[in-house]
């Protein structure tokens, strides 16, 4: 393994877990936006601004992480998506704004139409925002941003893949989510809000699970490359990814509720890692590899260097932050 | 696509021009934010830390509310953060393509800092009620140091753009080597990150005392707004006569490093022993107009004799003068002297301190502690105009100019255009709910005492069964 592998796996690290913790913070804001009127979603919605608050924001950072790293250690990479994927990105961009300011003025703001205004930036831009990081995923696997940058601004993401990319970003999100809500109701002693969310588990699992073989088809004819590896090396992880969501299925049409968690992140883990290998050597398929984008090595060690860091400082850090907030220590 | 060429401005001559103003327009909303991200823990650990020790209620009831007004600036510094980030890449694709590599090292460090504040602001906010008192006050902690590093982080990669060094180019100007720890210390950073992070104690400091000085001009008189305008103030003050110092090194290390840059600030035209300082007045071809000149004393400031000579625009080439000198210049002028009067009033206060263990007796220090607050923002302002204007044309100093590095997208007048619509709302919304907080506050004192128990049960969810 080279170092720039080395770095692209920080890269995908970086994703996988902005996916676990993020793609449910997104998904936790569409099952705010479809909870009905005031009355009828008013507890769900409580169950979900409590379970948000205090990790939002650390859940966001991941995003962050998943930029800075990319443009370091890719810098062309980084400047070819930039300058083809503008508008999805841009849009994005301004989906987190909305988000971010909903979520943090809605809980202040006191009358009623106000909140409403931000209740809908927050639940409208968690929708959009992760649809088009999704086209932005698709586009780049679907070989649509040339390795020399200022690819079509507009063809290379509105095509099968990238949409049905993005369709799978919010369905993934809300499986993930709703999976989430559920211990999360149990932990609040709710056991109507449980079985609200494992409905709800159950139903975005199906369609997340339809995107997926939906997105297999459109590999198939719009990125043979990628079709092609993702069928032999990444086979197994397919494989572990298909049999964690049927646990997850099995689970929850049985009425269990242990394990659920950790079979639904695997699933979702699955999937980006067998996008990972599959798109190997590649880092924008098939014009520019891993090795060509790649930063001089000394600047691939301060990234590595960082990374190590961060596992040792952030994650403690971070789990401190989840235990805290599951042991209900944190409150407003 | 767009019928650009119906819009003269959209057409892509203008999209450096674009370009400019969008990134410095996100980022001077984007730095104000992130002064009370760097400052405001500490000022809100020092009242946490009063009324822990001193069992101070009101002390301990400002702490709760200014992390909670935290908790919304936070949020709001994070999501513009958020948007310069992409910026770089949307704007100046070209610059990170080239230079990411370098450049990028600081950021990857700053991620670090951010992670780490991000998770214990968190903590700290929401543990008012359920975490100890000692033990949620050592959480906060972590948050000052974390605010000072993401600080030095960010700012060192804007000093390794004036001062690069840590790199290696081939002959198609691609980095081929890089050395972080040169890129990481570069010259400027020794004297860019402290300036900047003593603006964020002043901006933050004046800031949140400018709000309590209204509230007693008000007639609002109580102890809690007394201490509510001192803590910060004190903090805000002794950092002051700091940042004049560090200033004065500034100048004098950009005198000797970007001699374009500091020719346009101070308007000198031609090369010489003997400059005049001029202060104020407008920049022209032939001289300053309507300045107040003192003689020598430009010289004397950059090698403390009049027979330093200073670079003038003339020995610099045309091509690679700053813009807008007038600008630079006034700019320059007004960080100077909002600095100065900025001491004035902490001499002000340290005075009536000595004399009399108090503040000023008289309503115009409370008005001018009113308006000390945007005075800090208006000079931190002034001072990254000077910084980033005066470093044109080179967006990488010697390296690479801004016109070469800027996106060929189309259309960014249009995204400046929806850029000012959004973050018009985004501030006019954060200002509302941080007045419509401090108004329940009020309230609350009005009726019955605060209406927040710490250590309390937790908030059933609305309408659970018991
Ligand atoms: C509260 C804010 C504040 C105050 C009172 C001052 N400054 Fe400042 N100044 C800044 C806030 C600032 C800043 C944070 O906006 C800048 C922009 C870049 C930087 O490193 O700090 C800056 C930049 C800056 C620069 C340009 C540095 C460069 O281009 O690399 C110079 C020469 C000075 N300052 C000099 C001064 C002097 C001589 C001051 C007073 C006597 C002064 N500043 C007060
Ligand atoms: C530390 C962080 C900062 C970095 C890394 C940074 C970086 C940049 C970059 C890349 C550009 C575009 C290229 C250029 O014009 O040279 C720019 C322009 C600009 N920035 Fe900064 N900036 C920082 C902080 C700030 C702040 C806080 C302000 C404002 C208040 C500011 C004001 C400006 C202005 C006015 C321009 C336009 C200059 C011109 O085109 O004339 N910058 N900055
Ligand atoms: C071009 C320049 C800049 C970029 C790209 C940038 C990027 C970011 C990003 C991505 C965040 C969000 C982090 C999170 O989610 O917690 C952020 C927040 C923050 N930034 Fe910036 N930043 C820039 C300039 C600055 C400057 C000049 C400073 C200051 C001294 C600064 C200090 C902070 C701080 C302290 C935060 C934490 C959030 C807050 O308190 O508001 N940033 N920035």
Redesign the interface.
């Known amino acids: 393994m080279t170092r720039a592998d080395v770095a692209a796996a920080i890269l995908w690290t970086g994703a996988t877990l902005y996916a676990l913790f993020g793609g449910a913070d997104f998904g936790a804001g569409l099952w705010d936006l479809i909870a009905g009127d005031a009355r009828k979603g008013?507890?769900p919605r409580?169950?979900i601004q409590?379970s948000l608050?205090?990790?939002w924001?650390?859940n966001?950072?991941w995003?962050?992480?998943i930029?800075?790293?990319l443009?370091?250690?890719f810098?062309?990479a980084?400047?070819?998506?930039?300058?083809t994927l503008?508008v999805p990105?841009?849009l994005a961009?301004?989906g987190?704004?909305?988000?971010?300011?909903g979520?943090?003025?809605r809980k202040?703001?006191?009358s009623l139409e106000?909140q409403r205004a931000?209740g809908a930036a927050f639940a409208l831009s968690s929708v959009l925002t992760p649809f088009f990081m999704g086209t932005v995923v698709g586009a780049i696997a679907a070989g649509n941003v040339p390795a020399s940058?200022?690819g079509d601004?507009?063809s290379s993401w509105l095509a099968p893949l990238p949409l049905l990319t993005g369709a799978l970003f919010v369905a993934s999100g809300a499986y993930l989510a709703a999976v989430y809500l559920v211990s999360d109701a149990r932990r609040?002693?709710?056991p109507d809000?449980e079985d609200y969310f494992a409905r709800r588990a159950l139903a975005a699992a199906l369609v997340a699970g339809g995107f997926a073989v939906a997105g297999i088809f459109a590999l198939h004819s719009d990125a043979r490359y990628v079709f092609d590896r993702l069928t032999a090396e990444g086979l197994p992880l397919v494989i572990v990814s298909a049999l964690c969501g049927l646990g997850v299925l099995g689970l929850l049409l049985r009425g269990a509720r242990r394990g659920l968690r950790p079979l639904a992140a695997g699933a979702v883990v699955a999937v980006i890692w067998g996008w990972g290998v599959a798109q190997f050597p590649y880092l924008l398929p098939t014009t520019l590899k891993i090795t060509q984008s790649a930063?001089?090595d000394?600047?691939l060690?301060?990234?590595l260097i960082?990374f190590v860091?961060?596992a040792l400082?952030?994650l403690p850090?971070?789990g401190?932050?989840y235990w805290?907030?599951q042991r209900?220590?944190?409150?407003? | 696509m767009l019928p650009l060429d119906a819009f003269p401005l959209a057409a892509s001559e203008s999209n450096l021009l674009a370009a400019r103003e969008l990134m410095a327009f996100t980022l001077a909303f984007h730095i104000v934010l992130s002064c009370l991200g760097v400052a405001l823990p500490a000022i809100i650990l020092s009242a946490n830390w009063l009324g822990l020790k001193r069992g101070d209620e009101d002390a301990m009831r400002l702490a709760r509310r200014w992390s909670k007004a935290m908790a919304v600036t936070f949020a709001v510094g994070a999501v513009t953060g958020t948007v310069l980030s992409f910026e770089f890449g949307l704007l100046w694709p070209r610059f990170m393509e080239r230079f990411g590599d370098a450049f990028g090292i600081a950021f990857a460090i700053e991620g670090l800092f951010f992670f780490t504040e991000a998770i214990f602001l968190a903590i700290y906010i929401y543990g008012w009620k359920r975490l100890g008192g000692w033990a949620h006050f050592w959480s906060g902690v972590p948050m000052v140091i974390t605010g000072i590093g993401g600080a030095f982080s960010v700012v060192t990669a804007n000093a390794w753009m004036n001062q690069p060094q840590g790199f290696t180019l081939d002959a198609a100007g691609k980095v081929v080597e890089t050395e972080p720890f040169e890129v990481l210390f570069n010259p400027a950073w020794s004297y860019e990150v402290p300036h900047m992070i003593l603006a964020a104690y002043m901006v933050a400091g004046f800031l949140v005392a400018s709000i309590y000085a209204v509230g007693m001009l008000r007639g609002r008189r109580d102890r809690l707004h007394r201490l509510g305008l001192l803590i910060p103030l004190t903090i805000a003050c002794i950092v002051t006569p700091i940042q004049l110092f560090v200033g004065d090194t500034a100048a004098r290390e950009v005198a000797d490093h970007q001699p374009a840059k500091f020719a346009g600030f101070e308007c000198i035209e031609e090369t010489g022993t003997h400059q005049t300082e001029y202060l104020g007045g407008i920049c022209t071809d032939d001289g300053v107009k309507g300045a107040i000149g003192i003689p020598d004393l430009d010289s004397f400031l950059v090698g403390f004799s009049a027979d330093t000579e200073v670079t003038g625009l003339d020995d610099i080439p045309a091509d690679e003068r700053p813009p807008a000198n007038t600008l630079l210049h006034l700019s320059f002028d007004a960080m100077v002297g909002i600095g100065t009067a900025l001491l004035a009033l902490a001499a002000w206060l340290a005075f009536a301190w000595w004399r009399r263990r108090d503040i000023p007796h008289t309503p115009w220090f409370l008005r001018a502690v009113a308006v000390s607050g945007a005075g800090a923002i208006v000079a931190l302002w002034c001072g990254w105009i000077v910084t980033e204007v005066g470093r044109q044309p080179w967006i990488v100093q010697g390296y690479l100019r801004t016109s070469e590095a800027v996106t060929e997208a189309e259309g960014i007048w249009f995204a400046f255009a929806g850029v000012l619509v959004l973050y018009a709302g985004l501030g006019t919304g954060a200002i509302l709910v941080l007045r419509s907080m401090s108004r329940r506050w009020r309230e609350q004192e009005e009726s019955a005492g605060e209406g927040e128990v710490p250590y309390g049960p937790r908030a059933e969810l609305p309408g659970a069964a018991p």
Not at chain 1, 96 to 101: M, S
Not at chain 1, 328 to 332: G, R
């Open positions: 008013e507890r409580a169950l409590r608050t205090p990790v924001e650390a966001h950072v995003l962050i992480f930029l800075v790293v443009w370091t250690a810098p062309e980084f400047g070819a998506v930039m300058s503008y990105i841009a961009a301004v987190i704004v909305l988000r971010g300011a979520f943090a003025f202040s703001i006191e106000g931000m940058g200022d601004a507009f609040a002693a709710s809000l930063a001089p000394p600047t060690d301060a990234v960082v860091v961060a400082v952030v850090a971070l401190l932050l805290l907030s209900e220590l944190l409150e407003e």
